[in-house]
């Protein structure tokens, strides 16, 4: 059974009745900003507003400054520990405020690190992240953007590309999008990590915010780009609730 199921959404609200009601108030701000958009990325750009008014670090999915810390140190972790070298050139879609892209941008060299974000107001907030953490002198590049054509980056540029719970709030054409064109600014040998909700039942979506998908699913959506994806299964032993993907070029 789906979180968008009523009878699951029922049951839980019987165990859970304290987060009715700022359920129905989340449900009534998006339905307004869905009136309110043309588009998925519109929609979701209004949301990261919203969100980051109150709190950039919850915005970017974390209840606490800890788990704020916590989340940032296991991607950094984890992508140091599967080759991301300081020398690399690295693409941070969905940078949000830096929760993870600051250790990269201290591990990488000089003007290595280059974050893109949806979100004008979370890359207001990353900018504070870069003076709160004394990296101003790293030069890192942070660009707003309408999409994930990625048009206005250079051909095999990146050695690393990396998307921490962006494509768990995409809904399919926006993935397809990115896989469309992730390729080109791809640096042959690198890679692309993602991660992404995934589930083995029917694919769903919950408020238009969260999205379901199974593996099979995104890596048969990769590979009619002429990318190889992997489900890397080690991502699942550490404490998260996202799977990940790697692509790379073949």
């Known amino acids: 059974m789906t979180r968008s199921n009523p009878i699951h959404q029922l049951r839980y609200a019987v165990r859970h009745p304290d987060r009715i009601v700022p359920h129905v108030r989340r449900l009534a701000r998006d339905t307004w900003f869905r009136l309110r958009t043309s588009d998925h990325v519109s929609y979701y750009r209004a949301v990261m507003k919203s969100d980051t008014a109150r709190n950039p670090e919850a915005a970017v999915g974390s209840k606490s400054h800890e788990r704020w810390l916590a989340l940032g140190r296991m991607q950094f972790d984890y992508l140091v520990g599967h080759g991301l070298r300081p020398e690399h050139r690295m693409l941070e879609i969905g940078c949000g405020n830096l929760r993870a892209g600051r250790l990269f941008i201290d ?144």
Request: aromatic share 12%; charged share 25%.
């Open 107 to 250: 591990h990488l060299d000089t003007g290595g690190y280059y974050g893109i974000d949806i979100s004008p107001d979370i890359l207001v907030a990353a900018q504070r992240t870069l003076v709160e953490y004394g990296l101003r002198d790293k030069l890192p590049h942070l660009t707003p953007v309408r999409d994930l054509k990625l048009e206005f980056l250079p051909d095999a540029h990146f050695d690393v590309v990396h998307a921490h719970s962006v494509f768990s709030h995409s809904p399919l054409h926006v993935i397809e999008e990115c896989f469309a064109h992730v390729g080109r600014v791809m640096r042959p040998g690198g890679w692309f990590d993602f991660t992404f909700d995934r589930t083995e039942g029917r694919e769903h979506q919950v408020l238009r915010e969260d999205f379901y998908y199974r593996t099979e699913t995104l890596v048969n959506l990769a590979a009619r780009y002429g990318l190889t994806a992997k489900f890397m299964d080690d991502w699942e032993e550490l404490p998260h609730k996202q799977s990940k993907i790697r692509i790379t070029l073949p």
